[in-house]
């Protein structure tokens, strides 16, 4: 992925893939948790971050069952890594830190862990499981661990099939506001 036209490219065609276990594609996710994330006010930066949290979900040659083969394919990591050829930390931070954010949640707050879906139930066990107090402390003491929480929070409830959202294209103009020159 060499160019920003080439990440919405990837976007728009790999994602119009089944994201894993859910009732929608990788792309009606992605475009799901951005309005989510613009429908409550949130900054443009946290808007791009929605949009493009799983994008290394995308990247990745390990199949779209990686999790059921027991693999964490840490697209956190692969996707704030690309990300950061064009964005800053306000949008590759939030990327990096919502697979942290939701082990945090399941720590933090009792009852998050019953709303998680099924298949992200099986991923929090690979991507090592319910934070600790001290590692719960040490990740929301971080810049930018609210952001990732927010996108957590949208990442898990746009998941909704057949609901309408704006376009790709739409995001895409936010994010070219968004992106570093």
Do not use: N
Not at 58 to 70: E, F, P
Not at 89 to 100: C, G, K, S
Not at 114 to 135: I, N, Y
Request: aromatic share 8%.
């Amino acid at each position: 992925m060499e160019t920003f036209d080439d990440l919405f490219a990837v976007l728009e065609k790999a994602g119009a893939e089944q994201y894993g276990q859910e009732a929608v594609s990788q792309l009606e996710h992605a475009l799901q948790c951005a309005q989510l994330a613009e429908q409550e006010g949130a900054a443009p930066a946290s808007v791009v971050a929605a949009l493009l949290h799983d994008v290394g979900h995308l990247i990745h040659d390990l199949g779209d069952d990686a999790a059921l083969r027991g693999i964490d394919d840490r697209h956190e990591f692969s996707g704030a890594a690309i990300l950061d050829r064009w964005f800053g930390p306000d949008v590759t931070e939030p990327v990096r830190l919502h697979v942290d954010a939701k082990r945090w949640l399941c720590h933090a707050e009792g009852s998050y862990f019953s709303t998680l879906s099924p298949a992200s139930v099986r991923s929090l066990e690979l991507q090592g499981g319910v934070f600790d107090k001290e590692d719960a402390d040490r990740f929301i003491a971080q810049p930018y661990a609210r952001a990732a929480v927010a996108v957590r929070r949208w990442d898990d409830i746009g998941k909704v099939e057949g609901l309408a959202t704006p376009p790709l294209s739409h995001y895409r103009e936010l994010a070219e506001q968004v992106r570093r020159a």
